[in-house]
C-alpha cells in the first residue's frame, strides 16, 4: 500500500466512529450527498500530480500526519482580537464549528446567519436542494472530503432587495495541534440584494489542516463582493474552495490575499450566467518552503458576460507559487469580455512559480485575452532610486513592496486593508524587504 493509500484509509477507519456526530444523519437527501463524497475519496484518496488540475501541487505532506476534528474551542481572545476588523459583523467558527458566544450579529435586519449544523437540525428545508448545487463532490477529492467531513459552517442569507449595513468577517480560527478543522458555508444573495463579506484564516496552533468550501448562490442582479485573506500558521496546511453561480444580471468579485501556511490550494470558480459580471483579484507572497496554489475558473455560459482577473505572486528563497487560470466561453456566449493577467516577481534564484492561463473558447463573437510575465527586480529601477541617495537594499524593498500594494490597493475596505498590510510589512522582513 503506497503512503497517498495508507493516509486515505486512516480518514475512512476514522470516519465509522465519526460519522454519526455530523450533522443531518437523518436527511436521506444529505446522506446521499455524503456518501458521494466519502465514495470518492475512497476511490482516490487525496488529489495527486498524475491528475491535470493538481500537476503543481504535491499533497504527499498531508500523509505525514492523520489530522483529526477536535472539539477543543478555547481560544486567546486578546490574540484573536488582532484578527477581529471594526465596524463589521462577525461569525467566528473555531476548528470549523460555528461558536455563537464569540460571534456578533446584533443589529442585522433582513439578513439571516446562522450555523449550519443548527440549521441541518431545525430548518433544513432551507438548506435542501442548495447544498451541493454550486459544486459537486466530483469536482475533486478535497471537495469530496469536505462533502463528507464537514461537520458545521455558517449559512448567510439576504433577502431579495436587501443590503447588509456593513460588511460581515468569517473568521476560521484552529486552535489545536494536528486538527482538521472541515466547514461548509452556504452563501445566498437573492434578487437585487447586495453584500460585502470578508472571510479571514488564522491559526494559533503550529500544524494543522483547513479544509473549507464557500457555495455561494447570487440571484438576478444581485451584488457580492467577497475577500479572504489565507493568514494561516505557518506549518499549517490549506484548502480553502469558493464555487459561485451567477443568475443574470448579478455581479461577484472576490479578492484573494495568500499569505500564510505552508502548503495551500485555494480555488475559485464561478459560472456566469446572461450579462453577469465577474471580477477576480489575488496576490500570493511566498517565502522559505512555502507552496501557494490559485485555481480560478470561470464559466461564460450565456452571453454579454463581462470578467476582469487579475493576480500577482512574489516569490522568495526556495517558495513555489502556481497560478492556473480557465475561463470557458460556451458556444451561446456570444459578446463576452473576457481579460486575464498574471504578474510574477522572483527574488530568488531558487524561487518558483508555474503559469498556466487558458482561454477555452466556442464562440467567435467574443473579446478575449490574457496575459502573463515572470521576472525579477529592474535593476535600472534600483539604480535610479540609488541616484536619489537610497541604498540598494531599500531601493529593492521599496519596489517589491510597490508591486505588492497594487493588489491591496483595490481593497476598499479600510480596515481590511490595514490589516492586509500589517500582515504585508510583517513578512517583508523574512524576505529581506
Known amino acids: 500500500m503506497i503512503a497517498a493509500e495508507q493516509s486515505a484509509y486512516s480518514y475512512l477507519a476514522a470516519y465509522q466512529d465519526l460519522a454519526p456526530s455530523l450533522p443531518g444523519v437523518d436527511l436521506p437527501w444529505l446522506q446521499q450527498l455524503r456518501a458521494e463524497g466519502l465514495s470518492a475519496f475512497a476511490e482516490r484518496g487525496f488529489p495527486n500530480i498524475r491528475e491535470e488540475e493538481w500537476r503543481y501541487t504535491n499533497l504527499s505532506a498531508l500523509n505525514k500526519t492523520v489530522f483529526a476534528p477536535v472539539a477543543e474551542q478555547g481560544i486567546d481572545a486578546a490574540w484573536l482580537q488582532s484578527y477581529r476588523l471594526k465596524d463589521t459583523y462577525s461569525v467566528v467558527l473555531v476548528n470549523g464549528r460555528y461558536v455563537a458566544g464569540l460571534s456578533a450579529l446584533s443589529g442585522l435586519n433582513d439578513v439571516s446567519v446562522r450555523s449550519l449544523a443548527e440549521v441541518l437540525l431545525q430548518n433544513p428545508d432551507l438548506v435542501a436542494g442548495k447544498l451541493g448545487q454550486a459544486v459537486a463532490a466530483s469536482e475533486h477529492n478535497l471537495v469530496a472530503f469536505n462533502t463528507a467531513w464537514f461537520a458545521d459552517g455558517v449559512v448567510i442569507e439576504v433577502a431579495a432587495k436587501q443590503q447588509l449595513d456593513k460588511p460581515l468577517q468569517i473568521l476560521h480560527v484552529v486552535t489545536e495541534a494536528n486538527a482538521l478543522a472541515v466547514s461548509r458555508n452556504l452563501i445566498l444573495v437573492n434578487d437585487q440584494a447586495e453584500a460585502e463579506i470578508i472571510e479571514t484564516y488564522v491559526g494559533s496552533a503550529d500544524s494543522y489542516f483547513t479544509v473549507s468550501v464557500n457555495e455561494c448562490l447570487l440571484g438576478r442582479n444581485a451584488g457580492l463582493t467577497l475577500y479572504k485573506a489565507q493568514l494561516e500558521a505557518a506549518k499549517a496546511q490549506h484548502f480553502g474552495g469558493n464555487y459561485v453561480k451567477q443568475a443574470p444580471d448579478s455581479r461577484f468579485a472576490h479578492h484573494n490575499f495568500a499569505l500564510g501556511s505552508l502548503l495551500a490550494r485555494s480555488d475559485i470558480h464561478s459560472d456566469l450566467d446572461k450579462a453577469s459580471e465577474c471580477s477576480l483579484n489575488g496576490l500570493f507572497v511566498a517565502n522559505g518552503r512555502q507552496h501557494l496554489d490559485n485555481h480560478t475558473r470561470i464559466n461564460h455560459l450565456q452571453p454579454h458576460g463581462i470578467s476582469r482577473e487579475f493576480y500577482k505572486g512574489v516569490l522568495d528563497n526556495k517558495a513555489r507559487g502556481v497560478f492556473q487560470g480557465r475561463v470557458v466561453v460556451a458556444e451561446g456566449a456570444q459578446h463576452t469580455d473576457s481579460e486575464m493577467n498574471n504578474r510574477n516577481l522572483l527574488l530568488s534564484a531558487d524561487a518558483e512559480v508555474d503559469t498556466k ?58 480596515e481590511l486593508k490595514g ?5 504585508l510589512l510583517a513578512r517583508f522582513p523574512a524576505m529581506s524587504l
Open 357 to 414: 492561463p487558458q482561454l477555452e473558447i466556442y464562440n467567435d463573437d467574443v473579446k478575449c485575452s490574457h496575459g502573463v510575465t515572470v521576472g525579477q527586480l529592474e535593476e535600472k529601477s534600483v539604480f535610479y532610486l540609488q541616484s536619489r541617495g537610497v541604498d540598494a537594499e531599500t531601493a529593492r524593498n521599496i519596489l517589491t513592496f510597490a508591486f505588492a500594494n497594487e493588489m491591496a490597493d483595490k481593497v476598499e475596505n479600510a
Open 419 to 423: 490589516l492586509l498590510l500589517q500582515e
